[in-house]
């Protein structure tokens, strides 16, 4: 990128103690996008304790402090974003090659705003039947593993990350984009992490999200929804 050019796209990776995870991310997407010298990378630290900034500054990304919690730490790296489309990723979520070449087509095709597919990082049929489902483009389907791209603008028009939410920000954000503009669910895959479901088990977690989705849907408060995930998921 040449001096005083925009980046293209703003990746905003939040981040809390994600160290190994962050130390597998960054230089993946320098060999796996078209072209990383157009990119902004925004890592955005809630108070990690381990080494997590020092590895972010070792790969000469931008490293910003954020009040804890993921919408919070989101909404602080598309203030600090120089570029007009945001691309919010989780730090143990690969996207896929030339993700930022599929991006720019979207959004050059008038597409503010998607995500990609989902695979889990295990071979397990039980977790791929639910990753089945991400190709569907329904709100229900949706989840922050996925990753996020949206326009500047239209993050901005739509206020958003809500605060409130410690848990449930990407869903209840996404709601919000289904309602007032394009949405798109393009075909390559974003490779996740299932540690969080070998850690709980898979069908319990499964069940537990499932429950916070049941809780909202009822009218559960955001206090309540992370009350109820503190309480069940580790």
Known sequence: ?????????????????????????????????????DLEVIVSDGGSSDSTITIARKYGVCCIS?????????????????????????????????????ITSAINAGIPAGCFRLKFNVPSKFLAFFAWFTRFN?????????????????????????????????????????????FRVLPQ???????KYESNGALRLQYHFTMVHLKKFAGASPESLYAYYNKHIR
């Open 189 to 195: 895959e974003v490779i996740t992490s299932a540690r």
């Open 138 to 182: 329904l709100p229900l389907c949706r989840g922050g593993d996925q990753s996020l791209f949206i326009s500047k603008s239209l993050f901005t028009s739509t206020g958003g990350f809500n605060e409130k939410y410690r848990i449930y920000e990407d869903n209840e954000f996404i709601g919000r984009i289904y309602r007032s503009a394009k």
């Open 66 to 102: 954020s009040e804890r919690g993921r919408a919070s730490q989101m909404n602080a790296g598309a203030k600090k974003a120089n570029s007009s489309v945001l691309y919010f990723l989780h730090a143990d979520s690969l996207p896929p090659k030339n993700f930022d070449q599929a």
């Open 1 to 37: 990128m040449k001096e005083n050019e925009l980046p293209k796209i703003s990746i905003i990776i939040p981040v809390l103690n994600e160290e190994e995870a962050l130390d597998k991310l960054l230089p993946y997407l320098q060999a796996h996008a078209a072209n990383f010298k």
